[in-house]
């Protein structure tokens, strides 16, 4: 069992914005060796860039104020990083914990916004959002609800419309639209039928950059044209569904990489499965993730990194493929 709490504590670390340290009074000791696994956890956190709140507990039972300050200094020379006394059972200091945690979260931590700084009120958006096989029947895909939602908060005009009313809503804004967003699939279509001026990105391209680094997945994109016959790819999705016909991850994708290099070998992982292995990948191609958090897909992207294996997106590789990369990336000035 203690294996698996720690190989499970470790998958956590993979979408952990921010760790909080906790030293008990009662069980410290002035031993370092005593703090091995302590240090070894916070030496993984530092190595992932997540900040990390020391915290000493159960002040309540130190024998004076100066053996309180004493084992904090010794604690924060010890770890190389700030603590914080409390005790939880007497609910003493808690606000210095809070304000700790505050000044240690991440700036991006609480940023919703997907399209807001690329928009200005009033911004008339074409959103083509065709009806996905795998979403539930009468229902948007979450990406496509939580950029609708966006615009909304950031009092833009969207008007909603599935492929086939397309034509109908470009005439509706005499062709002039200060943004469309479509679903990567129809990216191709779409392309052809707006002018060249019209702004115009992808609802996956979008969550590559609130989830991720979509410079990053530029340049993962740009290794494409350059496969070989027996090259392997990694397809990663963030959810598990049943796989349908038509599925973009295990039929479309595929179909289109081959267009490019028919003999190349595709593996797809879903869900939380993401292998170790990934030298023997060429390519990683990972979802929008949008039932990942941003720590999530940057683990994914730190791993690719240290391993030097190219990553991109859906999005970013369709538009790739399809010779429109530049074009649906200028909105966001990368």
Sequence with gaps: MGALRIQRTKEIINKTDLAILVISLEEFSHDYKDFALELEWCKSLKSKSIPVVGVLNKIDLAASKEDII??????EDIFQIQFVSISAEEKLNLKALKSSIIKLTPENFNSSNLVGDIIKSGSKVLLVAPQDIQAPKGRLILPQVQVLRDLLDNKAIPVTVTLDNLDMALELLNYKPDLVITDSQVFKIVHSKINEE??????????????????????????IRSLKAGDKILIAEACTHHQLKGDIAREKLPTLLKSIEENIIVDNYSGKDFPENLNQYKLV???????????????????????????????????EINGILDRVIKPFHI
Aim: proline share 3%; with cysteine; glycine share 8%.
């Design 285 to 319: 191609i990972q979802c929008g993730s949008c039932m990942f958090n941003r720590a999530e897909v940057m683990s994914r992207i730190e791993s690719c990194k240290e391993k030097g294996v190219p990553i991109t997106n859906f999005g970013v590789a369709i538009a």
């Design 70 to 75: 004493e084992k904090l200094s010794l604690l």
């Design 198 to 223: 019209t702004p115009l990105t992808s609802f996956s391209i979008i969550m590559a950059r609130s989830k991720g680094d979509l410079a990053e997945f530029v340049r993962g994109a740009k290794t």
